[in-house]
């Protein structure tokens, strides 16, 4: 991939998934891997969990351990040095939910994006005004402070530009319930700019917005989602709650929603169809 798209995220994750292959490729288990290191059991785990971040000499103890040839020593050293790199989201950290930044570090690196959306426009597609009209809508359960508010405000607009307007973009698919399209947030100026800005980025090559129409048949009763793909590394589902987020990587649930998604998308409007449906809705908030 190209280095402006590395992620410090993806890297960790990648760096740890090539130690355990290594140790199990050599029949080892963490605890008898630890024992020959002289480390704890729980070393290992973090390190190949990537909950710790190794440094330059535990990698050549674990290659040394493992048999490992100077190429791939290099490489593994390559990735610990990516990974210590800082992501555009750690600017926002102190605002954002540790979850959710984990997330961005993930996204920074996904080559395609589906997003199933029943309840609002996603944030990657929100204007400045409907993002703070929604963060505000949650302030009183989440006492968001002010600055808060505007910090999230910004990583959003920030993340919009990092993810659809960076040179090599992934592909985002999104299905909105129509109900997304009338739920109001702000005044209904806010509302009518939404749906114009929902037009506007629906017309970009790589942006597919579909809309699941009230009358239609609701073929999977699921929250919000996004499957998150990528070039050399397994996917991953996203699933965002009041109070945390859980990340679904488990290959056989990751594929269950991914028909999930399949089917929610074939039953929803194609592209043309849900720009004529989201003008109507626009020509309603003028009202």
Not at 76 to 94: H, M, N, S, T, V
Not at 120 to 143: H, K, M, N
Request: aromatic share 6%.
């Amino acid at each position: 991939m190209p280095a402006q798209q590395g992620s410090p995220t993806v890297r960790r994750l990648r760096l740890g998934q090539e130690l355990r292959l290594l140790r199990e490729r050599q029949k080892l288990t963490g605890a008898k891997a630890a024992r020959e290191l002289g480390w704890s059991a729980s070393k290992v785990s973090r390190i190949e969990a990537a909950r710790t971040m190794p440094s330059t000499d535990d990698i050549k103890s674990m290659v040394k351990l493992y048999r490992v040839d100077g190429d791939k020593l290099d490489e593994l050293i390559g990735l610990l040095r990516d990974a210590e790199q800082r992501g555009w989201w750690e600017d926002y950290e102190d605002a954002l939910p540790e979850e959710y930044t984990r997330f961005l570090g993930l996204e920074a690196e996904a080559v395609s994006q589906r997003s199933w959306e029943p309840h609002i426009v996603p944030g990657l597609l929100q204007t400045e005004d409907y993002a703070r009209e929604v963060i505000l809508a949650s302030r009183g359960i989440a006492r968001i402070t002010h600055s808060g508010v505007r910090s999230r405000v910004e990583a959003r607009l920030d993340r919009q530009q990092r993810v659809l307007r960076r040179p090599e973009p992934c592909r985002l698919t999104v299905v909105l319930d129509e109900a997304s399209l009338m739920r109001r947030f702000g005044e209904p100026s806010v509302m009518r700019e939404q749906m114009e800005h929902l037009l506007e980025i629906s017309l970009l090559p790589h942006v597919g917005v579909h809309v699941l129409t009230l009358d239609a048949i609701h073929p999977v009763n699921t929250g919000t989602f996004i499957h998150l793909q990528f070039a050399a590394f397994d996917d991953v589902v996203y699933l965002e709650q009041l109070y945390t987020a859980h990340f679904v990587e488990d290959l056989e649930r990751v594929a269950g929603y991914e028909t999930a998604f399949d089917h929610i998308k074939a039953a929803a409007l194609d592209e043309d169809e849900s720009r004529v449906l989201i003008q109507r809705k626009a020509m309603l908030w003028r009202r």
